[in-house]
T-cell receptor, first 115, second 118 residues
């Protein structure tokens, strides 16, 4: 069975601090895909990144970076120099390798960036 | 390009009634998935439609049903509404599948329909 755990329910940081959101996943598939989505108060889930299980290189995109470690089944997300606009709920998600494997979401981490 | 649009944005229904939610997929996308998101939780997969057929279903009872039309838009129907059906219903579109493969696009979501059952 596939499962995504985000142990941090809520995080509050002061603007300009760095923050890391944790994600741990479980799957029996050898090939799988991991995702991060952001959900601002408007409700729309915004796609941030997709990573396949064969690519363990860390990725940086502006203030965002992702650390994928297969050995610990983790796919953590770091925001550097956080801003108030980063306040949202962040979801880590997992899917199998085929085009028709459903995407399974974790429970989410609510991030509040305080000015 | 046009994004995923859902209607209505908010809806209030009474227990036992039926409801239909609508979704227009992003241009170029032929697959639609529906998710239910209860307050404070992650989205839960209901089902997906590809080429007008249901192709994958989550742990939801048969009173949750759907349709996909030739223009790839979709409807979610819920019969005999229960109080626990109160949630945000999210529609997501993708190209050629659920976004789990590098051969197809990731899921792109609409803003959702907030359903309240009283």
């Amino acid at each position: 069975a596939q499962k995504v755990t985000q142990a941090q329910t809520e995080i509050s940081v002061v603007e300009k601090e760095d923050v890391t959101l944790d994600c741990v996943y479980e799957t029996r598939d050898t090939t799988y895909y991991l995702f991060w989505y952001k959900q601002p108060p408007s409700g729309e889930l915004v796609f941030l990144i997709r990573r396949n299980s064969f690519d363990e290189q860390n990725e940086i995109s502006g203030r965002y970076s992702w650390n994928f470690q297969k050995s610990t089944s983790s796919f953590n997300f770091t925001i550097t120099a956080s801003q108030v606009v980063d306040s949202a709920v962040y979801f880590c998600a997992l899917s199998g390798e085929t085009s028709y494997d459903k995407v399974i979401f974790g429970p989410g981490t609510s991030l509040s960036v305080i000015p | 390009e046009t994004g995923v649009t859902q209607s209505p944005t908010h809806l209030i229904k009474t227990r036992g009634q039926q409801v239909t939610l609508r979704c227009s997929s992003q241009s170029g996308h032929n697959t639609v998935s529906w998710y239910q998101q209860a307050l404070g939780q992650g989205p839960q997969f209901i089902f997906q439609y590809y080429r007008e057929e249901e192709n994958g279903r989550g742990n939801f009872p048969p009173r949750f049903s759907g349709l996909q039309f030739p223009n790839y838009s979709s409807e979610l129907n819920v019969n005999a509404l229960e109080l626990d059906d109160s949630a945000l219903y999210l529609c997501a579109s993708s190209r050629d599948g659920l976004g789990g493969s590098s051969y197809n696009s990731p899921l792109h979501f609409g803003n959702g329909t907030r359903l309240t059952v009283t």
